[in-house]
């Protein structure tokens, strides 16, 4: 038919197969393949190592992540009694990131731990310098004990060399987290005056004073340091014998974010030691 007609019949054939190699884009699926696969295991790796409660936290909201009851059985259910499945993520994410600053804390009171050991400068401090963490946060403690003067001469609120090395390194470890700060300088209860105006009060503020000053010097920002206060003799270390001169210390506390501030979720997963230098 097409012969009669005079025209010509023209077959275009297209060859199949495409670019291989780098233009192609099958390794990228291979890729991403592989990318999914070693998130997936590294997530089972994370939820095998958490304790019972978190877990029981994460599978909750999992299994019912709208906080509906199952069955067709009366009663109130979660969402009714107050439950919202946004307050339900929020508890559930909350108990994770607080299980996440607790072993960052852990890592710098290991860190702290080894660095005072490994420096001579701080030697025959390490019983004076203590990290614990309590069910609020970070407390660490520069404690005077034996004669009460290893990090400030008796009445003085300058500090000794090496107590100004010993804050710089705490310092420089607090510099890797994320926490606000709340410095506080602390006194026995022994009487103390000079000129009859000033006392352990302003003693107590002058020293939480100076050791703000030592770890602004160590480059950690201004906002973060929200509370820097004095507390005399109201806060004894030990009660029984407020002449104790483990009484007389400087506090350096880090409390738990706990979602105190909307972006506590995103920022935790950013902190920690820095990358190793090439």
Same mark, same amino acid.
């Given at each position: ?24 884009? *099958?390794?990228?699926? *291979? ?5 999914? *696969? ?178 602004? *010097? ?61």
């Amino acid at each position: 038919m097409a012969a009669k007609d005079g025209k010509k019949i023209i077959i275009v054939k297209k060859k199949s197969g495409g670019h291989g190699g780098h233009h192609g884009g *099958a390794w990228k699926l *291979a890729y991403a393949d592989f990318v999914t *696969a070693m998130m997936a295991f590294f997530m089972v790796l994370w939820l095998v190592g958490l304790d019972p409660e978190t877990k029981r936290a994460v599978e909750g909201y999992f299994d019912n992540p709208v906080g509906k009851k199952k069955g067709y059985s009366g009663g109130k259910s979660p969402v009714a009694a107050g439950a919202s499945p946004a307050r339900v993520q929020k508890e559930a994410l909350k108990l994770i990131v607080r299980k996440v600053e607790e072993q960052q804390f852990r890592d710098f009171q290991r860190r702290i731990e080894a660095r005072i050991d490994s420096n001579q400068a701080l030697k025959g401090l390490k019983n004076s310098i203590e990290v614990i963490i309590t069910k609020d946060g970070l407390r660490i403690e520069l404690v005077e004990k034996g004669s009460g003067d290893d990090f400030f001469p008796t009445g003085s609120a300058v500090l000794r060399p090496r107590a100004v090395t010993a804050i710089a390194l705490i310092a420089e470890e607090i510099g890797l987290l994320a926490n606000p700060i709340i410095l506080e300088g602390h006194t026995d209860g022994a009487p103390f005056s000079i000129g009859g105006s000033y006392g352990n009060w302003e003693l107590s503020a002058d020293r939480a004073n100076a050791a703000r000053r030592v770890v602004a *010097a160590a480059g950690i920002p201004n906002d973060r340091l929200v509370q820097v206060r004095g507390l005399a003799d109201r806060d004894l270390r030990n009660a029984n014998d407020p002449y104790d001169p483990t009484n007389r210390r400087i506090s350096i506390f880090l409390p738990f974010r706990a979602f105190d501030d909307e972006n506590a979720a995103d920022s935790i997963a950013v902190t920690g030691p820095p990358a190793p230098k090439a």
